[in-house]
């Protein structure tokens, strides 16, 4: 379970940066992996950590550290393959550590279909083994697009002071233009199919259950191409 405590309403400030993913290579099998925490001025190791829950993450220091489960390489180009708006893909996120704060969002882009198009950032709590919760934490609606294909696409979330004090919480990409059944009407989301985590989850329309990504194609699992930058918080600054 996701606790999580938020402010009112507040303006997002929206950044687009490209930079190159580094991570520890997971093995897929729901297995406790480690973590790496490296120092983005000089990319070395400083120190390595494990997941609180004992699933897959990877880490890397930024402003506050970044979560992710993609090696970086994209294999392949998804969408809610729908003529309807709202078709949305996430990924479960753990920290490693209680609480914290989501500083940055980040999309890999890929360059089927039109890249250019607009997507809302969704934010909720679930657990990774259930799903999302129907419970956007973001207290306004926020829209990023990239300006190229094959681009991280990096969404500030400082404003909004989203605090998860413990469990899972997703990030999802909404489709705000109908994708089409193959997809190529709108933007794709990046996909790496290397050693996948069971932290995809796919939304068909916006009346559909979620489901993981891998009952829904003969394609299997995959790690969408979807991280967090969380800050660890002091807890007796928050009360």
């Avoid at 930079?19 to 120190?47: N, P, R, W, Y």
């Avoid at 990046?190 to 989850?201: I, V, Y």
């Amino acid at each position: 379970m996701c606790a999580f405590m938020r402010p009112s309403a507040l303006l997002v400030v929206i950044a687009f940066m490209s930079f190159v993913s580094i991570g520890c290579d997971g093995d897929g099998d729901g297995t406790e992996k480690e973590a790496q925490v490296l120092d983005t001025e000089s990319e070395t190791v400083l120190d390595t950590i494990s997941d609180a829950a004992g699933a897959s993450m990877r880490v890397r220091g930024l402003t506050g550290v970044e979560l992710f489960y993609d090696d970086g390489v994209i294999d392949q180009r998804n969408s809610p393959w729908s003529e309807r708006t709202g078709g949305q893909l996430a990924v479960a996120f753990t920290p490693a550590s209680y609480p914290v704060s989501i500083e940055k969002v980040s999309f890999y882009v890929g360059a089927n279909g039109i890249p250019t198009k607009a997507f809302r950032v969704r934010v909720y709590p679930g657990d990774r083994a259930d799903g999302p919760r129907e419970q956007d934490l973001l207290d306004t609606e926020v829209v990023a697009a990239a300006d190229h294909a094959n681009q991280w696409v990096v969404v500030d979330m400082t404003a909004h002071d989203i605090i998860i004090t413990e469990g899972d919480f997703f990030v999802a990409m909404e489709w705000l233009t109908p994708p089409g059944n193959y997809g190529t009407r709108a933007q794709m989301l990046g996909a790496d199919t290397t050693d996948p985590d069971r932290r995809s989850w796919w939304k068909h329309y916006p009346d559909s259950d979620w489901v993981r990504i891998e009952e829904i194609s003969d394609d299997g699992d995959r790690d969408l191409m979807i991280r967090a930058t969380v800050l660890e918080r002091n807890a007796s600054d928050l009360q």
